[in-house]
């Protein structure tokens, strides 16, 4: 959940500093990840008694649930914490929450990893007003087409080097491109 949301943001976190900081019972689930040279404890807490949330906020009719997720990273003598609040439709359970969350990030993580790897992203410098975020919505529907082709065609070659080809290979631009056409 973002802070563009001001009144629910700020009620959510209200809500957990202070349940958190009195030890209100709430779901609760922690994992602890090891490697690398990094430690990592994730710990979620999340709870349905949202009554006065959902009459402070009417518009958000299906909510059932709030949560909390906090990442605790230890690398090399320092510790770093950071905590991401969420507003669901499922039920609190925090274990299964805290599984949604770190889906949710594995795939947010991956897609980055294939626009820079494969698009170049972060090397791209466009500052002209929306720019760069019209050049991203282009850049996922490429990375979307050739992931159809690649599965359509059971081509296992890198997206990067799809890329590639298909500027170099009409073939193989014109295989990507008919993934508009189903």
């Not at 599984?99 to 820079?116: G, K, M, Q």
């Not at 791209?124 to 050049?135: G, H, K, L, P, S």
């Not at 992931?147 to 073939?171: C, E, H, N, V």
Request: overall charge positive; charged content about 30%; aromatic content about 8%.
């Amino acid at each position: 959940m973002k802070a563009n949301q001001k009144h629910l943001f700020d009620d959510v976190v209200t809500f957990f500093e202070s349940a958190i900081t009195t030890g209100k019972k709430l779901s609760y689930n922690e994992t602890l990840d090891k490697g690398h040279g990094r430690l990592e404890i994730r710990r979620c807490w999340s709870t349905d008694e949202i009554k006065w949330l959902v009459a402070r906020n009417p518009g958000w009719k299906n909510l059932t649930s709030i949560c909390v997720v906090e990442s605790e990273r230890h690398i090399k003598g320092s510790v770093t914490r950071e905590r991401r609040y969420y507003i669901t439709s499922y039920a609190s359970d925090a274990k299964q929450l805290l599984s949604y969350s770190r889906r949710h990030w594995a795939i947010e993580n991956n897609l980055h990893w294939v626009l820079d790897v494969g698009l170049n992203e972060d090397g791209a410098q466009f500052r002209a007003d929306n720019a760069a975020e019209n050049m991203g919505v282009i850049r996922k529907v490429v990375i979307n087409l050739i992931k159809r082709y690649k599965k359509k065609s059971q081509d296992s070659t890198a997206i990067s080097s799809l890329r590639m080809a298909a500027g170099w290979d009409d073939k193989t631009a014109l295989g990507i491109l008919k993934g508009l056409v189903c």
